[in-house]
């Protein structure tokens, strides 16, 4: 069974600097990957996915994340963050279901403060 | 953003009595899952649907119920509410050909 690790509960970065965000993923075979943002009261909102190809992966809001299959990581980065960055961060990995479409295992989540 | 709407937003209930929760896309999207959030644990699959009528249970599918009878509409039912069930849920949607889903707003659900 697929299984996701953010080892990290909550992150503090200050305004300006860069930001990694950690996330190891277990599956036997090649995994669909993906980053959620959720913000206080809302739902989640994908900022990007890896299925393939270029393992460097471009998404919204200036966020890249980089699939590193020898270490099973996918971490999420931002070279700048901006104080509307500041919300949680939900990594998961995909898997194909009986009939068609596709489970998502979530980690546990990163919580992310951007301080002033 | 996709459209997809829950109903209702928030709702409080008592142990023991029935409850139906409403998803609804106007996206065409095949495939429609029903989620719950609960702190420390992510997001975990409750049941999905990957057709008019055609659905399958997910990791956490106890106490619950899902029905759909048209493409737009997922409903998902907790037959005699218990404690354990007060969460946040989420509706997700994807279609055939892509594998990301996108979620709706969430619906939270207080069992008293």
């Known amino acids: 069974a697929q299984s996701v690790t953010q080892p990290d509960i909550h992150i503090t970065v200050s305004e300006g600097a860069s930001l990694e965000l950690r996330c190891n993923y277990s599956?036997?075979?090649?995994?669909?990957l993906f980053w959620y943002v959720q913000s206080p009261g809302q739902g989640l909102q994908l900022l990007l996915k890896?299925?393939?190809?270029?393992?460097l992966v471009q998404g919204i809001k200036g966020f890249e994340a980089e699939f590193k299959r020898s270490q099973s990581s996918f971490n999420l980065r931002k070279p700048s963050v901006h104080w509307s960055d500041a919300a949680e961060y939900f990594c998961a990995v995909g898997a194909l279901l009986t009939g068609g479409g596709n489970k998502l295992t979530f980690g546990t989540g990163t919580q992310l403060k951007v301080e002033l | 953003d996709a459209g997809i709407t829950q109903s209702p937003r928030h709702k409080v209930t008592e142990t023991g009595t029935p409850v139906t929760l409403r998803c609804h896309q106007t996206e065409n999207h095949r495939y429609m899952y029903w989620y719950r959030q609960d702190p420390g644990h992510g997001l975990r699959l409750i049941h999905y649907s990957y057709g008019v009528k055609d659905t399958d249970k997910g990791e956490v599918s106890d106490g619950y119920s899902v029905s759909r009878s048209k493409t737009e509409d997922f409903l998902l039912t907790l037959e005699s509410a218990t404690s354990s069930q007060t969460s946040v849920y989420f509706c997700?949607?994807?279609?055939?050909?892509?594998?990301?889903?996108?979620f709706g707003p969430g619906t939270r659900l207080t069992v008293t």
């Open positions: 890896y299925f393939s190809g270029d393992t």
């Open positions: 599956y036997g075979a090649t995994p669909y």
């Open positions: 997700a949607i994807s279609e055939s050909t892509s594998y990301e889903q996108y």
